[in-house]
């Protein structure tokens, strides 16, 4: 068994939608094992199939494209179209921050506002143009996004607010208020003219969540154990949904108005089915209470934020979990999708904000699947041929498929993060300017195997460090439980990546 055996067992890899629970691969030239861990590979030695594994295992790396770092309290945050808005949240009294910031998705901080008063709740609307802000008290801070300029500010005369929420249709701002007020409903459908168009339950009642439907015709609410559903236009109450058996932290929608989730601190989310009220799924696998939950604005995905420090992304008609993200050392407490659904940002208690690649556009995905169906061997690749954004898993999983089945006469791809363009050059290597650590590394392991007659080793590397050594991972076999005994000795190969 040598490299040509692996590298169709890797093609093999790359085409199967579910990867194997185990995977060992005993190569005899050169001398080494192969094995999976949680999706990633790693060899027994240094060989010249190092570079095979490094594109591998970019491929499955950490779709965090972003942390976003600027505020001293809690964090909560949200996406407007290429605009990602920040605030702390639920800050100790002494403290008196009541900044929030308008951030770019490469990270750059393009404008820091001032409220005025320390930000108690937060709500970004359903079209992406405004964000709602308030202390417990009041009043009610409207900016438009991305701007960040005022809009309106909407005084509160009972104050104890909890939680905020838009109607889809952008006209009505809902007040979730403490147990001893009702909730309120705003028509800020004028937002120069703003008014309390109807109160909503009453005390004792306990508004901490709060979601319109998708038709802006009903109310739910979440605060103790009960899901809650009233009627915006008269106020009253229409469903008392029981399930949790701790207190409702966080509530959402779906788009097309089928489904509502509710998050809860004995660790689950059920699922609600809004024409019959009922319990249709109950999800579980966090660690922690759930703070946050969110559907994509396709449907396809919800995502769920946790005390665990993990947001997970669930398939909405399977409900199986999709993808774990982790990176954040304390809890989420806010989840949200950009508008097209490929993207998430996370809000924390470890005071920073991330954003995290989780998808592709529609289109992009029917490009890409129809490029991986078939050899690219002597092709001219450009892609996305579109404004789709791409990331570098995305490029990592071409750069293999090109390595298995064949490599392009000519290449370009555009990447969103990190922001560069990857082309071939006259010479056929592939190459950017991106500063990016794993990118290069990426490109330099295929650019090693693409051509196999130019020695490589470390030395040869730019020196502007734009393709440096990625970290590796590498330990003998015998340390990996199942693994077979090795009486081989170390290989000695020049390492090729």
Known sequence: MGVADFTRVLAHLLAAKV???EFRMYLTTPNLVIWMNRGELFASGLSEVDSLLTLWNAR?????????????????????GDTVVTTPIYLSMKDSESLFK???????????????ARVHCFAMSKNWAMVALCKSSGPINVYHVPTGELLTSLAIEDGGIQALAFSPDGTKLALGKSALHPL????????MHSECIVKVGMPPCYFDAVEFTAD????????????RVYDVATG????????????IRSVACSPDGSLVASGSIDRTINIWHSKTWQCVQTLKGHAHQVLSVAFAPDGKTLASGS?????????TTTWQRVQTLSGHTRGLQSVAYSPNSCMLVTGSYDSTAKLWAIGRTAAFTAEFSELCSRSAAAADISLPSDDSPAFLSDLATLLLHFLTTGVPKTFEMRLSHPACTVFSDDRGNLVSDASDPTLGASLHAFNCRSHPSVKVSTSNLPPDNRFVRAPRVSSTPSKFPGTRPSSRSTPTSTPLY
Request: proline share 2%.
């Open 307 to 315: 005390g665990d420090g993990t947001a997970v992304i669930w398939d």
């Open 60 to 80: 499955r790396g950490s779709s965090c494209v972003q942390t976003l770092k600027g505020h001293s309290g809690d964090v909560v945050a949200a996406m407007s």
């Open 236 to 247: 009253r109450l229409d469903h008392k949904l029981r399930g949790h058996v701790g207190n």
């Open 102 to 116: 308008l951030w770019d998705p490469t990270g750059k901080c393009r404008r820091t506002c001032n409220n005025g």
């Open 216 to 227: 802006s015709m009903k109310l739910v609410t979440g605060g103790d154990q009960v899901l």
């Open 19 to 21: 990867l194997p629970k």
């Open 184 to 191: 309120e409903v705003w028509d800020i459908h004028d937002v």
